[in-house]
């Protein structure tokens, strides 16, 4: 018996592949059909590992800020004239001659003090719109971003600055200032002093509008106040992510759970405690149920991820046990290493909710700590929600004080597990009995294997919407879809085959920065190689073979 197998090997810019017929009964009679390679390009820059749409992205959204802003500014035209502030004529003349006319940030102090005539007034409003200070969507992201923290920096001098009194408003520190803008200083680095929060502007233009309505201002009244602050402040919102959440493969109407949930973290801890062994003089151990519980209550109790070291000192295993699947040495060199320092169990979702929480409110925390339906669901708003507005309304339906919900936007989680906060906690009771992943699926009435049966076909299809929104890695989905081509040119040709093996490269799910450290540690063990050689030959007075060369090596060692 005969069958015809496809055997590819997938990299991130090639995918060597071959075709063969292996006779099953006579081995003699098993050949190559064909075989070849398809080269392609990496789907990112080859210096920075930025996405080939950045460019495109970033211009369209520049498109969209000057559009939007556009529309804002004509806004504030039309209240201006439907207000009777302007007339058409007198707002397409209000900045001719602009030389002879009061500067602007004069105008926001002089507001302060006399009142405004008509033109006046209009070009406050006008450059407060244009110029409407910081103000950010997620407060968790200013901590990671170094612009951000920068522009905080100078935020809150000018905040100190207002407090002491000597001022009334921004505008009015500002204008006493001879640079009024941000830049670069005499050194050439950026310089934020300048820089202004949205809320102090919004306080600016309340103090202006009650100045002015104590002084007479005929133009000044509350609707307007309120229908400008709406145009020139609001702020569009992230968009959720919860929509581009896959589906569970088990709860098919249920999303997927979030990666720092505490129930998929516990649902993950218990498997690898389940499977994890250890080897002895009597031979090979397993954790018992006493003893997985033991160590999740251990990884509770500990802001840190457990490492697999910590782990053997909890049971006072002897410094000789060693962790089956873990490699005490390297294969290419030959030397020892110490694996036992890589974490094994992480709570840290659970971990970063509990302080937040305990810093808050700690009587709070103590009613809600056992309760992972609570934890689960502020886990998942702080994963799909980007806004901080809409992730406190959420977080409100959940969480009964207020401080806390305040608090708890300090956080933000990313990525999803593969199955839902349904399926997981189905499954969790019978991990916790002691049984392995596949009997727990089936014992919580789950085929283990549905999730890989499928419609064969000849040919395989693109990616589906679900899929594509699965695999968010830009390198991955293009040797996917190169893959594919290839595949189905073969079958095209070919017909139908047996089986195919498909060995994916590691590199495959790397980040560029990942990549470029491989590349850079494999090049100084060549280094290191060659400079081996060289003193072999030094020694010996002849080239080595591989084996001599290690033998050498270690020798030096």
């Avoid at 036992?340 to 808050?360: A, C, M």
Wanted: glycine share 4%; proline share 2%.
């Amino acid at each position: 018996m005969s069958k015809i197998i496809l055997g590819l090997d997938l990299g991130i810019t090639s995918i060597g592949w071959a075709l063969v017929n292996i006779d099953e009964d006579n081995s003699k009679n098993s050949k190559i059909i064909d075989s070849g390679v398809r080269i392609f390009t990496i789907a990112e820059h080859p210096k920075d590992g930025k996405s080939l749409a950045l460019p495109r992205r970033e211009a369209r959204s520049a498109r969209r800020t000057i559009k939007r802003k556009a529309q804002k500014l004509r806004a504030i035209k039309r209240v201006l004239i439907e207000n009777k502030i302007l007339t058409k004529i007198e707002l397409d003349n209000l900045f001719i001659g602009n030389k002879k006319q009061v500067d602007v940030w004069q105008l926001r102090r002089d507001a302060l003090y006399r009142e405004l005539n008509n033109k006046e007034l209009s070009r406050i409003l006008i450059h407060l719109a244009k110029h409407r200070g910081y103000s950010s969507n997620r407060k968790s992201e200013e901590a990671t971003d170094s612009e951000g923290k920068a522009v905080l920096s100078g935020i809150g001098h000018n905040e100190e600055m207002l407090q002491k009194g000597t001022y009334k408003t921004i505008g009015e520190y500002i204008s006493t200032k001879s640079k009024k803008r941000n830049g670069k200083d005499a050194e050439g680095k950026l310089n934020y002093e300048n820089s202004i929060s949205r809320s102090m502007l919004v306080d600016e233009i309340e103090l202006i509008f009650k100045k002015q309505k104590e002084f007479g201002c005929k133009f000044i009244n509350d609707s307007l106040l309120e229908v400008y602050k709406k145009i020139a402040f609001e702020q569009r919102a992230l968009k959720s992510v919860a929509d581009m959440v896959a589906n569970c493969p088990f709860e098919k109407d249920e999303k997927r759970a979030s990666k720092s949930s505490y129930s998929f973290e516990l649902f993950r801890a218990l498997q690898k405690l389940k499977n994890i062994s250890f080897i002895t003089i009597e031979g090979e151990v397993s954790f018992s149920k006493e003893e997985i519980e033991q160590v999740i209550h251990e990884a509770k109790s500990k802001t840190t991820p457990r490492t697999y070291k910590q782990i053997k000192k909890l049971f006072n295993l002897d410094e000789s046990v060693e962790f089956k699947g873990l490699t005490y040495y390297d294969h290419k060199t030959g030397e020892a290493k110490n694996p036992e320092k890589e974490k094994l169990i992480d709570f840290s979702g659970y971990h970063k909710v509990k302080k937040v929480i305990q810093n808050t409110d700690n009587l709070y925390w103590q009613t809600i700590e056992n309760d992972s339906d609570i934890l689960d669901n502020i886990a998942k708003i702080l994963t799909t929600e980007k806004d901080d507005k809409e992730s406190i309304k959420q977080l409100r339906e959940i969480v009964e004080s207020e401080k806390v919900c305040e608090a708890l936007i300090s956080i933000s989680f990313s990525k999803f597990g593969h199955l839902s906060t349904k399926a997981i906690k189905n499954i969790i009771p019978h991990l916790e009995d002691g049984l392995d992943y596949d009997k727990a699926c089936e014992k919580a009435g789950y085929d283990f294997k549905s999730i890989f049966k499928g419609n064969k076909t000849k040919l395989m299809p693109a990616l589906t919407k679900q899929e594509n929104l699965e695999m968010t890695n830009p390198v991955v989905k293009r040797a996917i879809a190169q893959m594919r081509l290839v595949y189905n040119a073969i079958a095209r040709k070919y017909g139908e085959l047996d089986a195919v093996h498909v060995e994916f490269t590691r590199d495959i799910k790397h980040s560029h920065g990942d990549r470029n450290k491989i590349k850079k540690a494999q090049g100084e063990f060549r280094d290191t190689k060659e400079r081996a050689r060289e003193q072999a030959i030094d020694k010996l007075g002849y080239e080595p073979n591989a084996k001599e060369l290690l033998k050498f090596r270690l020798w030096e060692e």
